[in-house]
């Protein structure tokens, strides 16, 4: 990890430069795991000092990482999976997950091109079909 947090430098080979690009999409899916399930707490407190408890199924937190012991990506079978599943991200397997809690595995299925599609509306970004491949 250390080698990357100075950033890109010139004398990157290629190659080094996606493995930065690759860390660096990492930690925004892990920082942003890590901010939805802070959101998610948040948010739970308020509901039970609103209303004197928790509500139904909340012991869950929306986000945390599993192992996919269904791929064949060696090194890469770690996962980190956001909203129950309906975004995930296959990170390499020593990448630090921080706090984030280990899961049981949860994808739903989804596509590359949903995933992304769902992340861009997460953010308010509308992408035109024709647009797509």
Known sequence: MSKYIKGWNAEMSIEEAKD???????????????????????QLESYKRRYGH????TTEL????????DNNWEGWKRVISLWYGKVTYHVPDDFDMGSLQQIEPNWNGHT????????LKYCGVEVPDELLP
């Open 20 to 42: 930065l690009a690759y860390w660096e999409r990492n930690v925004l899916a892990l920082k942003t795991a890590t901010y939805a399930n802070m959101a998610y707490e948040a």
């Open 54 to 57: 928790y509500g139904a199924n």
């Open 62 to 69: 929306p986000c945390g990482w599993y192992y996919d012991t």
């Open 112 to 119: 590359t091109e949903e995933k992304h599609r769902r992340m």
